[in-house]
């Protein structure tokens, strides 16, 4: 590991920003192998990698780049050719130097025999070159001595003028501290506008009584002339108030402005990371697809930068796993071999946009509605009430998922909840649109600035709360008389759409406000105040006691004691000095419909109902006894099969809800149990979940071709897993 702090953290920088730029150079020389210029960009980018690691003695690092700088130097002169077999080699050994970029600046063994890999990289190993040697023979003192050319990349510009250095490297943690120290200045300007409000009443308050107090007089001394002194006093120190609250105004408005554009950074930093990714993807699922990237130069706060990869991610993993069809179904669809995945963002007056699209089959909506109804997301009523945008806003539920074919990583419900949440906690909102057969987008909104947030305070139960303006679709009063029950919940109608109400009193457990003896619930004609919310992807209606004012606050997130307190997101200090608590819409939301769930009536016990039943499959004896017990303590009935043929033989006989196979067994392995039971029509709709430690890609796609439903690999095996597939299958 690097020894020098600083040293080692500027190498762990520039070493990404080289990676990088060898990525997407690799990614453009697979279309244009002949560009010279991208070559040359390439043959650059290894170069400086190689110079930085030479000049911390990052042995492996610079050993690896100085291989890459031949392979791309000779590329670019045209002695040798760059095949698509050579490019996924370099890919190789461009994964290898991040792991050793990684043990240089942690400490971790990366465990690469670098030697291996050099090997199998293309081209000769470089000896007897002009460069020289890699690293010094041991005992002796390398000399040499490097032309400005060749150091840098390029030759030096000429020096005019004084040294000048342009840019500095800055701590994020000390950009944060200032960005919180900037947002604070917010609040004291709000408490000095309320200041000066009240200097502007006194000074009122004081040239009446001026003008009255005009005619008396105290020891020989007109009190109105006391009373005028006073007046003017106040006046004079209401105008030196007021410049000086201007000019704070003014400043700390260039201090948070230029603070928050130090933090900014173009989408392209984010943007650039998903080429790669989009090409493996496709590579292992056989798939075709390419990526087109627009609003790289638009910028954003570092934190959401760094926020929105798990989002993007998730959905473009979707993209290539759900969305893009295979190269031939394609064809015969009449569209092309190669999906298009759209990544883009842009600016408006007052949010940041980000759209991730592709023109794969669409979003499914009676597949989403089965699944839903399945999975007991929504009634079966519900969902015939809702309109076609409510219903793919289903997708975010946690453990949603429509896919037919459920791996380790892919199809067991998780990714697109992540996103909503992720985006959620930017004070952000994502909502999805699709046409079935035809596109499907993702369309990410988020605030300009996380450094401040508008909320709308409220009284409820005696005390002050505060609602992220974002959320607050609108606010209105509703009487007790439209109120109605229905489903086990209290429900309005708000533009023609039933959603579920609550009092914050109930939901926050704090007492009702009480007037005249009687609760305002109690008169049915006595309207009360009532915010609209969009949250966690549906609409819900909360009654507060009273809409006290809107403000710009600094959020304070929770203290580390409390860090996660349902219904509430942290808080924030009032003009007055009063700390208030900042409540989370989602779980507002969360919390008004498990209220609903709790007070429906249960349809049955579990021993009421008949245990689905299981056949599994499994020549191990230790396997099959630990599957059994975790199936049968998942309130399955299991029976048990030791191979192939036992099991076909043991269908035969009764009804099976499922089939869990192992795939290498003797007589009739999993997969040819799993053909032969989809080509019989009774029993083509069985779910079949295969358990195996054949975890490879190629033996997912064997599994999937078989017709499997689910893939489970034993080596990434959890006992959750297993039990949600199954759930979600029967």
Known sequence: MIEDVELRELFKTESAEHLQGLEAGLLRIEKEPGDKAVLENVLREAHSLKGSARMLGVHDVERMAHRLEDIFGAAKSGNEVLAPGDLDRIY????????????????????????????????????????????????????????????????????????RIDTIRVETKKLDGLMTHSGELAVIRTRMARLLSRVDELAALADVLAKKASGVSVSGIGGGENMGRLASGLAHLRDAVYEDNSRIEFVSGMLETGIREIRLLPFSTLFNFFPRMVRDMARERRKEAELELSGGDVKADKLIIEELKDPLMHIIRNSIDHGIEPPEERERAGKPRAGKIRLSARRTDSNIIVEASDDGGGLDIESIKRTAAKRNIRSLKELDAMGAAEIMDLVFTPGFSTSAFVTDVSGRGVGLDVARSNVERLKGAIQAESTTGGECLFRIKLPLTLATARVLLVSAGGGTFAIPMESVDTTRRVTRKQIFHMEGRDAIVEENRTISVAAMADLLGLPRKVDKGRHPAENGDLPMPCLILTAAGEKTAIIVDDLLDEQEVVLKPPSPVLKRVRNVAGSIILGSGEICPVLNPGDLAKTVRKRAVSAAPETGTKEDRKKPSVLLVEDSITTRTQEKRIL???????????????????????????????????????????????????????????????????????????????????????????????????
């Open 632 to 730: 049968e303590s998942g309130g399955y009935e299991v029976v048990t099969a030791v191979n192939g043929v036992d099991a076909w033989a043991k269908l035969a006989t009764r009804p099976f809800e499922a089939v869990v196979s192992d795939v290498m067994m003797p007589e009739m392995d999993g997969l040819d149990l799993t053909a032969r039971i989809r080509k019989d029509d009774k029993f083509k709709h069985l779910p079949v979940i295969l358990v195996t430690t054949l975890a490879s890609d190629a033996d997912k796609r064997r599994g999937l071709e078989a017709g499997a439903n689910a893939y489970i690999p034993k080596p990434s095996f959890e006992q959750k897993i297993l039990l949600e597939t199954l759930e979600r299958l029967i």
């Open 92 to 163: 190789r050994g461009v994964d290898a130097i991040k792991k050793l970029v990684h043990e240089a600046v942690t400490g971790e063994a990366a465990n690469l025999d670098v030697k291996a890999i050099l090997e199998v990289l293309p081209g000769a190993p470089p000896v007897g070159t002009a460069r020289g040697a890699l690293r010094p023979i041991p005992g002796e003192v390398a000399v040499k001595t490097i032309p400005p050319e060749d150091a840098c990349g390029e030759p030096p510009a000429p020096q005019q003028g004084g040294y």
